[in-house]
């Protein structure tokens, strides 16, 4: 059973920044992917950012240059500061860990980007 807990979402203006975290917890392998996702209402849930065990990151498009994912391997833990924020980021932030077995899902995080 593996546990993912976000946090640091939040209301923010746009333009402004927020830093979100995700702890992992449980039968967590050495081998694992760890990413971000978002989903806006009406939406399907996207690819936000992910991170390799090996500190190999991948952006969606739409964030490059604007997010950052990071994690820290001895802690479980992976980051996504997220600056420049408009409107179009306005969604729900999902932790995911992909890892032998299958992938798994935190409960969420919501983002508000004001106008």
């Known amino acids: 059973q593996v546990q993912l807990v976000e946090s640091g979402g939040g209301l923010v203006q746009a333009g402004g920044s927020l830093r979100l975290s995700c702890a992992a917890a449980?039968?967590?392998?050495?081998?694992?992917?760890m990413g971000w996702y978002r989903q806006a209402p009406g939406k399907q849930r996207e690819l936000v950012a992910r991170?390799?065990?090996?500190?190999?990151?991948g952006y969606a498009d739409s964030v490059k240059g604007r997010f950052i994912i990071s994690r820290d391997n001895a802690k479980n833990m992976v980051y996504l500061q997220m600056n420049s924020l408009s409107s179009e980021d306005t969604a729900v932030y999902y932790c995911?860990?992909?890892?032998?077995?299958?992938?798994?899902w935190g409960q969420g995080t919501q983002v508000i980007v004001s106008s």
């Open positions: 991170i390799t065990s090996s500190m190999i990151t």
């Open positions: 995911s860990l992909t890892q032998f077995g299958g992938t798994h």
């Open positions: 449980g039968s967590i392998s050495g081998i694992k992917v």
